[in-house]
């Protein structure tokens, strides 16, 4: 997957769940600030990283990392717009759409790519660094085996693997 392809599904997916013309409206720069603004909430999620957006997507389409991307993109795209409807006055009007009339539907639809974005970040991050502590776990114990270190040891490790 490239950023380019990511970028037209957050597109995509912003002017399915708002379904009028705001989505027009959108420049690609705003695009890419949703999406960036994504990776760092990312990034500041516990455990704290520091993945890059070709980390997080690659070469992979079925990344895990996709689906989090986008919903927190359009959260991202959505309440940049309301942030400036707010800005420049709630009587703004976009072609025959009242700002007034639109933003507290926006905020509900951003809030509910909120919700959905952070548990799939919370599932995303635990489930990797979950794997990657049970492959760690797996190693250290297997040179423990290895190299004849103490069977106590070893059998404390191993009970407390399966605990935690």
């Given at each position: 997957?490239?950023?380019?392809d990511?970028?037209?599904?957050?597109?995509?997916?912003?002017?399915?769940?708002?379904?009028?013309?705001?989505?027009?409206?959108?420049?690609?720069?705003?695009?890419?600030?949703?999406?960036?603004?994504?990776?760092?909430?990312i990034n500041?999620?516990?455990?704290i990283?520091?993945?890059?957006?070709?980390?997080?997507?690659?070469?992979?389409?079925?990344?895990?990392?996709?689906?989090?991307?986008?919903?927190?993109?359009?959260?991202?795209?959505?309440?940049?717009?309301?942030?400036?409807?707010?800005?420049?006055?709630?009587?703004?009007?976009?072609?025959?759409?009242?700002?007034?009339?639109?933003?507290?539907?926006?905020?509900?639809?951003?809030?509910?790519?909120?919700?959905?974005?952070?548990?799939?970040?919370?599932?995303?991050?635990?489930?990797?660094?979950?794997t990657?502590?049970?492959?760690?776990?797996?190693?250290?114990?297997?040179?423990?085996?290895?190299?004849?270190?103490?069977?106590?040891?070893?059998?404390?490790?191993?009970?407390?693997?399966?605990?935690?």
């Open positions: 997957m490239t950023t380019e990511l970028l037209k599904m957050v597109v995509l997916g912003a002017r399915s769940a708002v379904q009028d013309n705001f989505i027009e409206k959108v420049t690609s720069e705003d695009t890419k600030m949703a999406v960036n603004m994504t990776v760092s909430y500041t999620y516990k455990p990283t520091n993945y890059t957006i070709y980390d997080l997507i690659g070469d992979n389409d079925a990344s895990p990392w996709v689906s989090v991307l986008v919903h927190g993109s359009i959260y991202h795209l959505i309440m940049n717009q309301v942030s400036e409807w707010m800005h420049n006055g709630m009587d703004v009007s976009i072609d025959e759409l009242s700002v007034s009339d639109k933003m507290e539907a926006y905020k509900e639809i951003a809030e509910a790519h909120k919700e959905t974005f952070e548990q799939l970040l919370q599932n995303v991050k635990s489930q990797f660094y979950i990657k502590a049970r492959a760690l776990v797996k190693k250290v114990t297997s040179n423990m085996y290895s190299s004849g270190t103490s069977s106590r040891f070893c059998s404390q490790l191993k009970t407390f693997r399966y605990k935690h």
